[in-house]
C-alpha cells in the first residue's frame, strides 16, 4: 500500500454470523479456487485472495476474513459479516471471531455499484493478470493502489460502466489482482474458471 494514505482500520465486534444458504456453496468455490492456486499464501506468509457474498436486501455481505489464505477449507468462524465501511476513511465495522481484510472495501464497492450483485471473488494470479491486461479485459487505472480510496472509487466506475450484474475486471495498479462478481455465486466462479482454462490450456 502506498505510505501516502490512511492505513486501513478494521473495528471488530465479537459475535456471530446471520444464517445465510449460500455460505456453504460459498466456501466450496473458494476451496475450488485455492486448489487452482488463485487463493493462498506468499512465500512471505501474507495471504491472498477472498470470496463474499451479499446479505438479501442489503449492503451487508460476508466475506472471508484476513489472514486465511494459508486455508484450504475456512471454517465458519474463518468468515466475518461487513456491517459497513467508509472508504475515505479506509474503515471496515464487521462483526465475526475473525478480522475482515482490508480487500473488504473493494468488495463492498462493487455491492454499492450494483444491487443486483451477490457474489464478488478476488483472486490473484500472475498469468491471469498480464492475460487480461493484454487482450483488452477492463481495467482500474495503474495509479489506483491497493487499499486506497482510489481503488474502490475505480472500482465503483467500471461495475457502473459494464451495467452488469455479472463481470471481471483487473486491478491495473494491484499486482495480478483480479475481481470477478455476480448476480449468484456460480456466474462469478463461471468468468474464473472460464479465464483460468484460456491461461493455461
Do not use: W
Request: a negative charge.
Amino acid at each position: 500500500m502506498n505510505e501516502g494514505y490512511t492505513k486501513f482500520a478494521v473495528h471488530l465486534t465479537e459475535g456471530g454470523l446471520p444464517a445465510n444458504p449460500e455460505l456453504c456453496r460459498l466456501n466450496e468455490v473458494r476451496t475450488e479456487l485455492h486448489d487452482l492456486g488463485l487463493i493462498g499464501v506468499l512465500p512471505g506468509g501474507v495471504g491472498y485472495g477472498n470470496v463474499s457474498v451479499r446479505l438479501d436486501g442489503s449492503e451487508k455481505f460476508i466475506i472471508s476474513g484476513t489472514a486465511t489464505g494459508s486455508k484450504r477449507t475456512l471454517a465458519l468462524t474463518d468468515y466475518c459479516l461487513v456491517d459497513s465501511f467508509d472508504v475515505r476513511r479506509n474503515e471496515v465495522f464487521c462483526t465475526g471471531r475473525i478480522q475482515a481484510s482490508s480487500e473488504s472495501m473493494s468488495h463492498g464497492s462493487v455491492y454499492q455499484a450494483n444491487p443486483a450483485i451477490t457474489c464478488v471473488t478476488h483472486i490473484h494470479s500472475q498469468a491471469i493478470f498480464r492475460f487480461m491486461l493484454a487482450n483488452g479485459y477492463p481495467r482500474t487505472s495503474e495509479r489506483a493502489a491497493y487499499g486506497t480510496p482510489e481503488i474502490a472509487e475505480e472500482t465503483v466506475r467500471l461495475v457502473c460502466e459494464a451495467g452488469a450484474a455479472r463481470g471481471v475486471f483487473v486491478m491495473a495498479g494491484h499486482e495480478d489482482g483480479v475481481i470477478a462478481y455476480g448476480d449468484d455465486i456460480e456466474s462469478a466462479r463461471k468468468f474464473l474458471l472460464e479465464i483460468h482454462r484460456k491461461v493455461t490450456e
